[in-house]
């Protein structure tokens, strides 16, 4: 009988970035977005635009990592919201142009110190050095699973 595998999630990257993020998104879903009436992936699209307003909408699909479907119907409820709108680009009538309005600039002002405290709270005691070399390591992760299509 072979031996049986054993995998030390205590050591597991994945595991251990993903039990990071469930953290960082239960905390400030429960403490500041469910306030706004919004979902995580809803921020993620407010967040996008606030660095970079007026983007067409398959930008900001890859800028979110959310999938063009699930994000059409993201960006319809913010625009019922009030908080973003949806225009055809003046350029090509296929592309969507998503801009924040003043009610969504608002509520980014409201939720951004917010989500920098969640951030500040997560990073607490860990030396900038190391923060450093974390955020350089997984923008690298990041390329490297992005550029690759097959598992």
Known sequence: MPSRPNLDLGEYLPYLINRVGSAL???FGRSTLARHRLSI?????????????????IDV???????????????????RMGLVT??????????????L???????????????IAAERRAIAGVP?????VVRRSLRRMYE??????SG
């Not at 992936?41 to 407010?46: E, P």
């Not at 699909?61 to 625009?79: E, F, G, H």
């Not at 900038?128 to 450093?132: C, N, V």
């Open 86 to 99: 949806r225009t055809r680009s003046a350029t090509n009538s296929r592309e969507v142009v998503v801009r």
């Open 25 to 27: 998104v239960v905390d």
């Open 128 to 132: 900038a050095k190391d923060l450093a």
């Open 41 to 57: 992936a809803m921020w993620r699209v407010l967040a996008a635009l606030s660095s970079d307003d007026g983007q067409r909408q």
């Open 144 to 149: 490297n699973l992005a550029g690759s299509s």
């Open 61 to 79: 699909a890859v800028m979110t990592s959310i999938d063009v479907s699930t994000l059409s119907r993201v960006i319809t409820r913010l625009a």
């Open 101 to 115: 309005t003043g009610k969504g600039v608002a509520a980014l002002a409201r939720l951004i110190p917010r989500a």
